[in-house]
């Protein structure tokens, strides 16, 4: 545990070359060549080399430890019980450990969870979005994962808090050092309620390429991901790219096409991922066997209840004025005796009328009609 935690110290995420050298070779054997400072390992350049075993004599891994458990951080390794195995999927650039902040079991909570991501710039609508669907999500059981970023990881993880669901924060820096700062009250809740994960050692600070690598994490980790607002460029769709090539589920939450964050989402849907509404229909995907989302269908009008023949009088009857019941058998294609039986029994329901000897719809039905929903 000593030499990974080294290397996590060393090494920066994702470093495949690293993840093979270790593969190969073993975490003991690579902390010790980069403590001695030695030949290079294969697959370096002699400047690189030199720089990493620049930043190992500056590493204590005591030291780390210590703060760690300081600020109440644990060290959870592959291979031991808390060690969420589908992270092995990563192959060379899986992490060296992570360092996690929190009390529940990182492998059981990773075991039921969504990651629900998106823009940082979001829209009051994907705001509103990313928190239904978290709190739709932890209501139902499942750990809502995201990476505590403004905009869209912010609301999904307030919407699973405020439902009294699990929540999980992956960062780009030490889990010590909460980022953005502006967040530091949300990630010390989430860290009190929840979890918070991250590859850094304590103290370290974030940068563009952690932030990038980071999202692997957060694909690799969860059962499936849900982009909520992304423009063309976002990091939300690096997190649905690596999503798909570890064979994850991969949803998108459609927007306005005349909208810029949109237009990532769409992009993503028009390829393998599956549009989603709601947290159910979430859940029909990533969940287990039985676990549907309900038949959507729209409201169910009173003439839904006719039966077929008399719906197709009622359609043969002009939406002003009266008719004859001939006219209205000619028009519903059936007997004139079909059309009058029918009629009466319309009549009786309140859908038409008798005038002389034409037939009219009534008022209220005149309505439905004038307001778009046709009495067939």
């Not at 918070?196 to 999202?215: A, K, Q």
């Not at 038409?352 to 009495?375: A, C, F, N, Y």
Request: aromatic share 4%.
């Amino acid at each position: 545990m000593l030499a990974r935690v080294f290397l996590t110290r060393v090494v920066e995420p994702g470093d495949e070359t690293c993840g093979r050298w270790v593969r190969e070779r073993g975490v003991g054997e690579v902390a010790r060549r980069l403590r001695e400072g030695g030949p290079a390992l294969p697959g370096v350049s002699g400047k690189r080399w030199a720089g990493l075993c620049a930043r190992a004599s500056g590493a204590d891994p005591r030291r780390d430890l210590a703060v760690a458990r300081a600020c109440g951080v644990r060290f959870v390794a592959p291979g031991t019980t808390e060690w969420p195995a589908q992270l092995d999927d990563l192959g060379d650039a899986r992490p060296l450990g992570l360092w996690v902040r929190g009390g529940p079991s990182l492998r059981m909570w990773a075991l039921r969870s969504v990651a629900v991501v998106g823009a940082r710039a979001c829209t009051e609508y994907g705001a509103h979005m990313a928190a239904t669907l978290a709190a739709g999500l932890a209501e139902r059981g499942w750990v809502v994962v995201s990476g505590g970023a403004y905009g869209i990881d912010g609301a999904a993880h307030r919407g699973a808090l405020g439902a009294g669901g699990a929540t999980a924060a992956v960062l780009a820096c030490g889990v010590d050092r909460p980022y953005p700062p502006g967040h530091a009250g949300l990630i010390h809740r989430i860290a009190e309620q929840g979890l918070v994960v991250g590859e850094l050692p304590p103290g370290d600070h974030p940068t563009p390429s952690r932030f990038i690598m980071r999202n692997r994490v957060i694909a690799a980790l969860t059962r499936g991901t849900v982009v909520v607002e992304a423009a063309y460029r976002s990091g939300a769709l690096v997190t649905a790219r690596a999503a798909q090539r570890l064979g994850r589920h991969t949803m998108g939450v459609p927007g306005p096409a005349t909208s810029a964050l949109s237009a990532g989402v769409h992009e993503l849907l028009r390829g393998d991922a599956v549009l989603v509404g709601d947290a159910a229909e979430i859940v029909e995907l990533v969940g287990d066997m039985g676990e549907l989302s309900p038949e959507r269908r729209g409201p169910v009008l009173p003439t839904d209840l006719l039966e077929p023949g008399a719906r197709q009088v009622l359609a043969g009857l002009p939406a002003r004025g009266a008719a004859t019941a001939g006219e209205v058998a000619r028009r519903a294609q059936t007997s004139q005796d079909d059309a009058v039986a029918r009629l009466y029994e319309l009549r009786a329901l309140g859908y038409v009328e008798r005038h002389g000897d034409g037939w009219k719809l009534t008022r209220q039905t005149m309505i439905s009609v004038r307001g778009g929903r046709s009495p067939c």
